[in-house]
């Protein structure tokens, strides 16, 4: 066999298996795994040796140049992307950002312009404001296209961004029917409603009221009754950011009840508190779902670990400190959503493997294979399979590097880990069989991305 590179003597992690091998690349695929390979003609032979060799990371949750709060997101799909190669990822799943009353397919359109500059692979949910105006024609169009989940919002009536119980239950087993999934960010829009005013009009603005306006009951009980309107409308659902001990325990009960559910976390759920809303600059963390509890922490580790949560996602959506700082003394406007698509790996790595929290394999799964399932990306994405894209990261265990932000790539001075020193980084990524990083160095391009159509659920 003819190989364009091989990468040797590192250990592969796939399919929550692990073993010594080396990977061979033919024209931006592998086309084999097995001891000792090499050959005549082979151009490049990358040293995997003390690292383990993964399929490429997935970030299945992140908002590029998202316009929100009057404001936009930080990064780009070129600097964010970027950065996330300098994390080991090779493909992310962002949103459509619609129109009031755009059609998905044309708001697909409009989404694949912008990111048509992004240097990994990358796909979209469609962003759905409520299911009025929409059509089954008009889903399965999306569908066809290759956008085969839907995201809604049980929160943010203020914005209009909420999707009253009605319209979900109606879209959530129409979804189910085509062969899609609804992934929903769930939160109880009239608890928090209630709160916001209360506090807006005591004067209460400080951040340190932003997870007393959003309390954990509000998430649990969203929570529970999305999985219960899914189950009772045949509906394939994801659980968005998944941050409260209550919301594992709906979970857990209800995966025994054939639903057909997943839900994920991100790592400033794992990592952080609350307390940090206590701190100088707390409105700098500012996010939605907030900061919770190490009750909290603890019970989505241990989800982690035993199968009730299916992955983890960043929720990558940056802000400068001035576009934060802007609303320092401001809760109820200040640009919420913080940044992770660089860190996502090295964080799971060095928090959860390190600590014996997971094993590398489950950390596999997490963050690679299990989002690739969920997602319709499977088996060219996710695994390690002879024939399928050669998107693969050699993780180095113990290359260390300390989070702050100017450590960092992402398009923002702000990290909310600063402090913190994460051990486990790529040594090298490929996308598509082409290295996009070579130790510290970004080798990848401009567009060098590819737009992936992903399958239906069943199929
Ligand atoms: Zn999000």
């Known amino acids: 066999m003819k190989f364009d590179c091989i990468v040797k003597n590192g250990t592969l992690v796939s399919r929550g298996d692990s073993f010594k091998a080396d990977v061979g690349i033919t024209d931006h695929r592998i086309s084999a795994i097995g001891k000792d390979l090499g050959g005549k003609g082979v151009k490049d032979v990358y040293d995997a040796s003390g690292c383990f060799v993964t399929p490429g990371f997935i970030d299945s ?97 203020e914005s209009n961004r909420r999707t009253p119980d009605g319209e979900l239950v109606e879209a959530l087993g129409e979804i189910g029917k085509l062969g899609g999934l609804a992934m929903v960010h769930c939160e109880n829009d009239e608890i928090i409603a209630k709160k916001r005013e209360e506090l807006k009009s005591g004067g209460k603005k400080s951040i340190k009221y932003h997870p007393i306006s959003r309390p954990d009951y509000s998430e649990s009980e969203a929570v529970g009754k999305v999985v219960h309107l899914a189950g009772a409308a045949g509906g394939n659902l994801h659980l968005a950011h998944l941050t409260t001990k209550e919301s594992i325990e709906i979970l857990e009960r209800s995966k025994g009840a054939g639903i057909d559910l997943s839900g994920e976390t991100c790592p400033q759920y794992l990592l952080l508190t609350e307390a940090r809303y206590e701190e100088e600059n707390g409105h700098r963390y500012a996010a939605t779902p907030p900061l919770r509890k190490d009750k909290d922490r603890e019970a989505l580790w241990k989800g982690l670990a035993n199968g009730v949560l299916e992955s983890v996602a960043t929720d990558h959506c940056p802000f400068r400190n001035d576009q934060k700082d802007e609303f320092a ?131």
Do not use: C
């Open 61 to 157: 949750h992140t908002h590029m140049n998202l316009p929100l709060a009057n404001t936009v997101s930080s990064d780009d799909f070129f600097t964010g992307g970027r950065a996330g190669v300098w994390g080991g990822v090779t493909t992310i799943i962002d949103f459509t950002t619609p129109e009031p009353n755009q059609a998905p397919a044309e708001a697909i359109k409009e989404r694949r312009k912008e990111a048509g500059i992004s240097p990994i692979d990358f796909s979209f949910h469609g962003t759905l404001y409520g299911y009025n105006n929409l059509d089954r024609g008009d889903l399965n169009e999306a569908i066809e296209m290759g956008v085969t989940s839907f995201k809604f919002f049980t929160a943010y009536g």
């Open 329 to 459: 003394d401001d809760f109820l406007n200040v640009p919420q959503g913080l940044p992770g698509v660089e860190t996502l790996g090295s964080i799971l790595f060095s928090e959860g493997v390190g600590k014996g929290r997971l094993s590398i394999e489950r950390m596999v799964e997490l963050i690679s294979e299990n989002p690739a399932r969920r997602f319709g990306l499977y088996p060219n994405k996710g695994s390690l399979t002879v024939g399928t894209d050669a998107d693969i990261t050699v993780f180095d265990p113990d290359k260390s590097k300390s989070l702050n932000p100017d450590n960092l790539h992402m398009n923002t001075d702000f990290n909310p880990f600063t402090g913190k020193t994460s051990r486990g980084w790529p040594r090298f990524v490929f996308l598509r069989g082409k290295p996009v990083l070579e130790g510290d160095n970004f080798v990848g391009r401009k567009g060098g991305g590819s737009w992936i159509r992903r399958k239906k659920r069943n199929k």
